[in-house]
């Protein structure tokens, strides 16, 4: 899995880059990120990590990642950090 922190940094240039980009739309721009910075784990490391590889070679998050996500969104919602707006429909 990719680590929390990563996740979140990943989270927040993303908005940082496109503060009106809805929430639907963010995975993809998130795994297009990680794929370019190569931020998924090699097969080895996934094995370590007992976690499944094959979202990871074709340059997906897992479904533990994605709802670190979400999570991520939420926690910045609540700390006031973003902000769902109308317009964006997030």
Do not use: G
Not at 19 to 25: M, R, T
């Amino acid at each position: 899995m990719i680590d929390y922190n990563v996740l979140k940094n990943l989270v927040l240039t993303t908005f940082d880059e496109n503060p009106k980009l809805s929430v639907n739309n963010i995975l993809p721009k998130i795994e297009k990120m990680a794929a370019q910075l190569e931020l998924f784990p090699t097969e080895e490391e996934c094995y370590q990590q007992d976690c499944d590889h094959s979202f990871y070679k074709n340059n997906k998050l897992n479904p533990v990642d994605a709802k670190n996500v979400k999570y991520i969104i939420w926690n910045l919602i609540r700390e006031r950090l973003l902000e769902i707006s109308e317009e964006c429909l997030n």
